[in-house]
């Protein structure tokens, strides 16, 4: 069974870069497909970017150009690299791994990022 957890979370002034991290206790080739997510105050979560199994990436079109996904298989970590914050960019960010065939999403316990002056 594998667990999620997230971290890199913080407080950064606009225009900053932050890296997050999303640490799984069991192989990360386990999922079909990593994913973050993102929810602001007063708003629904939304996708924010996924990488599938064979390393193919996309990205919501709010952060493309400033996000990056990525792995490091030895490390069984997912990370994204967010560049160029803004203040709309503050949020919990969520780490999900999607299991192949019909089984349940994993989801860590998020981790906070603050973009302000």
């Known amino acids: 069974q594998v667990q999620l957890v997230e971290s890199g979370g913080g407080l950064v002034q606009p225009g900053g870069s932050l890296r997050l991290s999303c640490a799984a206790s069991?192989?990360?080739?386990?999922?079909?497909?990593m994913a973050w997510y993102r929810q602001a105050p007063g708003k629904q979560r939304e996708w924010v970017a996924h990488?599938?199994?064979?390393?193919?990436?996309n990205y919501a079109d709010s952060v493309r150009g400033r996000f990056t996904i990525s792995r490091d298989n030895a490390k069984n970590t997912m990370y994204l690299q967010m560049n160029s914050l803004k203040p709309e960019d503050t949020a919990v960010y969520y780490c999900?791994?999607?299991?192949?065939?019909?089984?349940?999403?994993?989801w860590g316990q998020g981790t906070q990022v603050t973009v302000s002056s």
């Open positions: 999900k791994g999607v299991v192949a065939g019909a089984g349940p999403d994993y």
């Open positions: 069991g192989n990360i080739f386990s999922f079909y497909a």
């Open positions: 990488m599938r199994s064979g390393g193919s990436t």
